[in-house]
């Protein structure tokens, strides 16, 4: 029988019983399954398929999500063994990050599938690039013409993942901040 203690953890020994012994067998075994896949899908990262899809960032997004998981998964069976301080952490920042690297995936899945359906139905046969002509470092005015010229000619994907990287910095740099103003977690 499970017994949850409504007051939180109360920091006795670790709950061994079935059902913590369950979290913990999962949690290992699809851990095991999922580094398999991931290998995987690493020693066939040139195969067309899967390099369209951005290997790196999948990856990426998929093994910090993964952390948290496990995480959640033992902090039962740890009953108290963590401080509230690691939670706080875990979950300001690798919840955020990885929830922020699997939007981006997605945004860069939906893109793909935009430009293949727009390949269908082109008929350019090329884009002509524009003249290089080499004057120098410029003014102001220059450099914001050509920062005109990048954003509109940066792909939406490129754009997307500059958005979640801002996004990222901002959350990295205010968790800091509020971890700070907490006396309780400050008081461990």
């Known amino acids: 029988m499970v017994y949850l203690n409504p007051g939180g953890f109360n920091f006795g020994p670790q709950n061994l019983d079935g059902y913590g012994i369950s979290n913990i067998v999962f949690a290992v075994v699809y851990s095991i399954f999922l580094l398999a896949g991931c290998i995987y899908l690493w020693l066939h ?85 524009l003249p290089n002509r080499g004057r120098g470092f410029g003014t102001p005015r220059y450099w914001l013409w050509r920062f005109k010229i990048w954003y509109y000619n940066i792909s939406t994907q490129g754009k997307y993942e500059g958005f979640v990287l801002i996004g990222i910095i901002i959350q990295v740099r205010n968790v800091p901040k509020d971890y700070c103003r907490k006396k309780r977690l400050n008081t461990e």
């Open 45 to 129: 990262r040139h195969h067309p398929v899967v390099k369209m899809r951005k290997v790196v960032l999948m990856l990426s997004s998929v093994l910090v999500i993964h952390v948290f998981c496990f995480m959640v998964f033992t902090v039962y069976t740890m009953n108290g063994a963590w401080p509230c301080s690691v939670e706080y952490w875990a979950m300001n920042l690798y919840l955020p990050i990885g929830i922020g690297l699997w939007q981006a995936q997605n945004q860069q899945l939906l893109i793909v599938s935009r430009q293949q359906t727009q390949l269908i139905h082109s008929n350019d046969t090329y884009k002509p690039l």
